[in-house]
């Protein structure tokens, strides 16, 4: 078991450790080397979801005062033990980093150059707190292979690679789909989870979005009048429901995964309202008119025109009403602190189903 | 326009060129050089969603019989026009790739060596027909910053590098985002979209969801008198398709994001199905009891009890066929080449809908 450990590299040492029991990582850190326990504590100490917890100390550093041979002579040395030399950081004895030259600078220097003189001092770094998919954005903006971490005192602390930058973007991408369909993220694969996680990972949102619908029975039992004079009203009701919310998981969809890329920001969410009302409104009056359609057509012959205009009506202001709250949630919850894919299309789907309904029932009265 | 063209890397420049309408291409294709333009036709022609769409013709290669120092001067040459010199590839006269060195091999070799002698011969390749997801899975696997692309004869052609993986991951995952949630992918940013565009987009579903819904109407209207005479059945239309559209739209959820990071396969369909049965069975045991209780409580007095078993058996039944349903989907349309991401959340929803009104109308004869 140390032998696997210390083959490790020590974000991966640290995460492994991270996922188990206490007592055995209290078992194990006595049989490592002291400094790769020290390493290994400061690792496991960030957060999930910060740049800190991604780094690997197992960067390549130089002095300042290096010669290009010099340094290509240290890496020659101790490339084995690191994660990357493509990139080399220059550090001063405190450790604070001065500045970065790619392997590739060391290269084509002429062999007495100091590291000084080719460094690039615009390193562009982030803190170990720095939120991760934060992070996965610069790095795709730049193109790195690798990203220094720093304290606040500029001290080098780690660097995150691009393969770690990867796998965290597929892994970002599986936790917000899953929170998406109104799942708590799986921690395993689907296959390697067991049935029991499983059920417990979706009942829970299940319930919420049960307790939701007793809602819609309230709502119903309200105008059981209405209904029990115009029974054909009901055969509309999942028409207009799924309109909604399939407009409104639309719209959660489009703002979540905007938000996850970088193309949306909370601060453009009047620009948001004003997109999702006007697309709203359209897809409104085409679906609206489609149901005075079929309502027309399919109505059971008494007040048919009535009951088409309730569908129409209810059908253009459900849409409407499931563009907003399906677009501003998502940004709400950003707003809050909260991951806005919890805005699952399932959960816009039952707002929409309680509203429609309210909507539905106050049309029926206003034309019949 | 013809400096910018110059100024980019051959992989982009070819996606830059295949978005300009083709008047545009051709009045640009006779600025260039005849090496540039032949090597934009070529990359041009490889299809998006292949290996070839992203790859970069400027990569480092070195024949087999150059010393280590001697590549590395051809290196400092050429290395400003290369995509990556961190891994130089060795080639045969003809064009055949023969292994791979990465820089640090060529640092640390003794400079008199063969390329021959430190290269390594095991290198996985890609055709350009290769898919691109399954690439970022081998990217992923091993944490390549680049991946050669070769022909039939072996011929290397280009490479992939990490930063277009990158970039592919997040594309792919907004794309499948769109699908899930019934949205022809945008090509644009959300708030650089046109609204008009995003209303077509969004548009097309919606109509192929609200035909979907006309089933139910069809559905409800049959079933007018059991309605009738037992009003308080509508009370519970809107509790019973959602609960089943929730979990299917679970499913599929994981389904499909299971065999985007290849979790899951087509040939685990019986796994799968097992498992979809099993969770199905005891969230519609758990979600069924629910349903009873909420509708004895909440019925209007008369023949609640039957009314109760009608509600939960329904739950139970669509629950699990939502489960089936939107775990199955995803598999069969992979497995006849579509897109796994098409069977959206909203796509089962109207599925079970039209299903769950069946079997609610189906179980209300039988308790009623």
Not at 108 to 119: D, G, K, N, S, Y
Not at 139 to 156: C, W
Not at 277 to 283: E, M, P, S, W, Y
Not at 301 to 317: D, F, K, W, Y
Request: charged share 20%.
């Amino acid at each position: 078991m140390i032998g696997v450990l210390e083959a490790m590299s020590s974000d991966d040492r640290a995460d492994l450790l991270k996922a188990l029991p206490e007592n055995t990582v209290n078992a194990l850190l006595p049989l490592m080397t002291r400094v790769e326990r020290n390493d290994v504590r400061k690792l496991m100490a960030h957060p999930e979801g910060t740049a800190g917890s991604l780094m690997t100390t197992a960067f390549a550093s130089i002095s300042k005062d290096r010669t290009a041979a010099g340094a290509l002579s240290d890496l020659r040395v101790a490339a084995h033990k690191k994660e990357t030399i493509y990139y080399v950081y220059v550090t001063d004895p405190q450790g604070a980093l001065l500045g970065v030259c790619t392997l590739y600078d060391l290269i084509f220097a002429r062999p007495e150059t100091r590291v000084e003189q080719i460094m690039n001092r615009d390193v562009i770094t982030v803190t170990p707190e720095f939120d991760d998919e934060e992070m996965v954005k610069l790095m795709q903006r730049y193109d790195f292979i690798a990203l220094p971490v720093v304290d606040d005192a500029n001290r080098l602390l780690g660097i995150v690679t691009h393969d770690d930058v990867l796998d965290l973007v597929k892994e970002e991408a599986t936790e917000d789909a899953h929170r998406m369909g109104a799942i708590e993220p799986l921690e395993d694969p689907y296959l390697r989870s067991s049935v029991l996680s499983m059920i417990g990972k979706r009942g829970g949102w299940l319930l919420v979005l049960f307790a939701a619908q007793i809602l819609t029975i309230t709502l119903l039992r309200g105008f059981e009048t209405t209904f029990e004079t115009t029974l054909a009203l009901i055969f509309f009701i999942p028409l207009i429901i799924s309109s909604g919310g399939n407009v409104g998981s639309q719209s959660a969809t489009l703002i979540t995964r905007g938000l996850a890329v970088g193309d949306v920001h909370v601060s453009s969410w009047a620009r948001v309202l004003g997109r999702e009302l006007l697309t709203g409104l359209a897809l409104g009056i085409a679906l609206g008119t489609c149901g005075f359609a079929v309502s027309t057509i399919m109505g059971s012959g008494s007040r048919t025109l009535e009951i088409g205009c309730t569908v129409a009506c209810t059908i253009l202001c459900i849409v409407i009403f499931g563009a907003v709250t399906g677009s501003l949630l998502p940004l709400l919850l950003k707003r809050i602190g909260l991951d806005p894919a919890m805005t699952s299309s399932p959960f816009v789907a039952s707002l929409v189903d309680v509203a429609g309904i309210g909507i539905y029932a106050a049309m029926a009265t206003l034309f019949l």
